[in-house]
Structure formats: structure tokens, C-alpha cells
């Protein structure tokens, strides 16, 4: 599976941005998907996961409530809303594919190229 993120950007604090991951293959549906994030000088973290189906979600505490991951099966893509930003969402963000639905990026063999998001306060 080969994945392209898109979306990123600058926003003011309290903006909203959407993330795209676009996969390629034939096996987009097999894998639970998940985006991670890393902000300078931290470890790379968990943001939300979405199952095969997209009928599961899960979300990190911190974006809970304001970020909605979702996907699309026949346009192989994955999507990251992203509301009521905050300047501390500022980093790269990652989108990963996987057969876990994993909390960890150890659990995904798959990662796209990472697409960065400034927040501005």
C-alpha cells in the first residue's frame, strides 16, 4: 500500500483544516487506518484510527470531540476534520495503514509521507 497525505497548512487558532490520505493498491479496504502526528522536538503520537469498514473510530484524548477521522472504500481515501485548532496541534502529520487497530505506529507497516499543519495563536 503506498499513501499520499495532503491538506496541510497555516491556520489561525480556532480554524479548521481536512487531511486527505490517498492510498494506492488494491487492498485500501483490508487495512485499519490511522493518522499520527509529531510536533518538533517530541516522539511521533497517535491521533485516530478508523477500522476497515469505517464503522469504528477512535480518537487520542487531546483531539477528542474536535477532530473526525473518516475514510472513503471506493475512492481509497482516508480523511482527518480537523476543528477548533489549537497552536499546539501544530506538526506533521502522518497517515499509516494496517491490519491492527492500532494505537501504536509500531502497528502499521504503511505510512505516507507525512503533511505538516501550523496552527498560529
Known amino acids: 500500500v ?3 497525505a495532503s491538506g496541510g497548512g497555516l491556520v489561525q487558532a480556532g480554524g479548521s483544516l481536512r487531511l486527505s490520505c490517498a492510498a494506492s493498491g488494491r487492498t485500501f ?3 485499519n487506518m490511522g493518522w499520527f502526528r509529531q510536533a518538533p522536538g517530541k ?3 497517535f491521533v485516530a484510527v478508523i477500522s476497515r469498514s469505517g464503522g469504528t473510530t477512535d480518537y487520542a484524548d487531546s483531539v477528542k470531540g ?3 477521522i473518516s475514510r472513503d472504500n471506493v475512492k481509497n481515501t482516508v480523511y482527518l476534520q480537523m476543528n477548533s485548532l489549537k497552536p499546539e496541534d501544530t506538526a506533521v502529520y502522518y497517515c499509516a ?3 491492527l487497530f492500532a494505537y501504536s505506529d ?3 507497516p504503511y505510512w ?3 503533511t505538516q499543519v501550523t496552527v498560529s495563536s
Open 29 to 31: 479496504s483490508n487495512n
Open 106 to 108: 509500531y502497528g502499521y
Open 66 to 68: 474536535r477532530f473526525t
Open 97 to 99: 495503514a494496517g491490519r
Open 112 to 114: 505516507g509521507q507525512g
Open 43 to 45: 516522539e511521533r503520537e
Open 2 to 4: 503506498q499513501l499520499q
